[in-house]
Every structure is written in structure tokens, then in C-alpha cells.
């Protein structure tokens, strides 16, 4: 890649980041070896996801949270999602009972897995159990 190429993918990831919030990790290697192709995907997504239609941005945000849980995606992928969805106003109940969709149709397995990231990224609190009486 010749140094004006790679000045315009820097400054196309820097946008990047920007109007989504997050990139990851495929888009930056991407951008420094196959810069059309990125461009081509991300343009895609900017049409059904980022631009302003009819769903607001924080509902997109939900259905890929949702979504990527029950395509059982990269944690980290999951947690870009709620990290944005949580800075456009989302609850952490609400992203929660998003997730609680995928246990009908997807399974436990597949909800775990998006609960999880969930969990790590709002600290979640827990119960633990309490002590059984003894002999009991």
C-alpha cells in the first residue's frame, strides 16, 4: 500500500469510529490490506445500519446485540454493540431484556453467550446462594 493509500484508510478508519463508535479488529486489518473491499462492506452497513431511516439508532443497536447473540459472534463484537447502545441511552435492563429473546427461539446456549458480554460490560451484580443449614 503506497503512503497517500495508506493515508486515506487511516483517515476512512478514523470515520469509521466516529459515525459507528467502535471498529473492530477485522476492520482495521482490512483497512491496511484490502481498503476497497472494507470500504465496499462498510458502505453496506452504513445503508441498513448507521443511516437514519425509519428505526431509531438505539432499536438497530438492540436487534444487533440481539442478533449477534444468537449467531453466537465474538464476545468482544457483542460487547461493542451494548457499549454503544448503553452511550445512546439504552438501560442495561432494556439491552437485557433484548437478549432474553434469544432464549425461545435460539436456546440457553446462545443467550449465555450474549449474556456474558453482557455481564462483563454493565458489572452486573449477583446472589450467591445461601449457606444450606447443616445436616440439612
Do not use: C
Not at 1 to 16: H, I, S, V
Amino acid at each position: 500500500m503506497t503512503e497517500p493509500d495508506r493515508a486515506e484508510a487511516q483517515r476512512y478508519l478514523d470515520g469509521m469510529v466516529a459515525r459507528r463508535g467502535y471498529v473492530l479488529d477485522y476492520h482495521r486489518v482490512m483497512a491496511a490490506n484490502d481498503f476497497p473491499v472494507l470500504k465496499a462492506a462498510d458502505e453496506l452497513v452504513d445503508a441498513a445500519y448507521l443511516s437514519q431511516r425509519r428505526l431509531a439508532r438505539a432499536t438497530k443497536e438492540l436487534l444487533f446485540i440481539l442478533s449477534l447473540t444468537v449467531l453466537r459472534s465474538d464476545k468482544a463484537h457483542i460487547q461493542s454493540h451494548i457499549r454503544v447502545a448503553l452511550t445512546l441511552g439504552v438501560t442495561p435492563e432494556e439491552i437485557l431484556e433484548a437478549l432474553e429473546i434469544a432464549l425461545p427461539e435460539a436456546g440457553v446456549v446462545a443467550f449465555q453467550h450474549g449474556f456474558d458480554a453482557w455481564r462483563e460490560v454493565v458489572n452486573a451484580p449477583a446472589l450467591d446462594p445461601s449457606e444450606s443449614p447443616a445436616g440439612g
